[in-house]
């Protein structure tokens, strides 16, 4: 189970390196792409769940840093709300 980080923007043009513990995250986010938040936050909680279970299947307990990374993004995307139009930036699989 290839750990996979990838960096994103923000749509106040902050980045942030996240975490999987599973390369499934590679099919859920393209570089260079752009992703409307709801759409960014919808990818990542289903990525990162999948990623989790693969752990729990391996290890018999979900990933805790998949769990804590999908907690992150979805408190960081809250302060997006307000914003007409936000937008998440895939940039590049580290």
Not at 42 to 70: E, F, H, M
């Amino acid at each position: 189970m290839p750990e996979t980080r990838f960096k994103i923007q923000w749509p106040d043009g902050s980045q942030e390196t996240c975490y999987s513990p599973s390369s499934i995250i590679r099919k859920y986010f393209e570089p260079e792409h752009d992703y409307e938040l709801a759409e960014f936050v919808d990818r990542a909680r289903t990525a990162l769940n999948i990623a989790s279970d693969r752990v729990q299947a391996k290890y018999g307990k979900p990933c805790g840093l998949a769990i804590g990374q999908l907690a992150e993004i979805q408190s960081t995307a809250s302060q997006f709300s307000s914003y007409s139009r936000p937008l998440v930036r895939m940039i590049e699989f580290c």
